[in-house]
């Protein structure tokens, strides 16, 4: 694969890719509902995923109103405003520590028992697309599926099964998936 810097689109809509992208968005279902089913065990709780170049999973909670942080961890801004449960009470303006323990180990528990642990891989469908997210990972990229195919943006020379074509071809497909 001869590799330079400039922007290359790409489309591939073999029964391969189609297969590997239905089977990732299926994981990607059943995340989403684990972890919307998690999230409803907490008031005021909202489901955060992370996803990248390697595929999708539960990331972590947001609060509003935020908890409070003598139990919970204060939120990470970079991180989705997540917050999780501390390792162990902090201590500072607590009126009742023995009621406060209690229900820091209470949801200490629930979180460990019900946290979504699934993970929705990408490596099938980059491996159907004939690369992997290491190489991409260096290159870039953007991937998306629209009308059964699968488009790709990347400084990277792909070969078959993917069909290269227009940045307005994969723009358009972009716009299609933004706004279907």
Not at 14 to 40: G, H
Not at 112 to 138: F, H, Y
Not at 150 to 171: K, N, R, V
Request: some cysteine; aromatic content about 10%; proline content about 5%.
């Amino acid at each position: 694969m001869a590799n330079d810097m400039t922007m290359h689109y790409y489309r591939a809509s073999t029964p391969a890719t189609q297969a590997a992208w239905k089977t990732y968005s299926e994981q990607c279902d059943a995340i989403v509902a684990a972890s919307r089913a998690f999230a409803a065990l907490f008031p005021g709780a909202k489901a955060v995923y992370s996803g990248g170049t390697s595929g999708r999973s539960f990331f972590g909670l947001s609060f509003d109103p935020l908890m409070p942080f003598d139990i919970w961890t204060k939120p990470m801004r970079n991180e989705g405003r997540t917050q999780s449960p501390r390792a162990r009470l902090v201590a500072k303006g607590v009126s009742d520590r023995t009621e406060r323990m209690a229900e820091l180990r209470r949801i200490q528990e629930i979180y460990k028992a019900n946290r979504p642990t699934a993970r929705a891989s990408l490596d099938p469908v980059l491996e159907s697309l004939g690369t992997d997210w290491g190489i991409l990972l260096l290159y870039g990229y953007r991937l998306i599926e629209s009308n059964g195919a699968l488009y790709i943006a990347t400084a990277l020379t792909l070969g078959a099964p993917c069909e290269e074509i227009t940045g307005s071809e994969f723009d358009a497909a972009f716009k299609a998936v933004r706004h279907g």
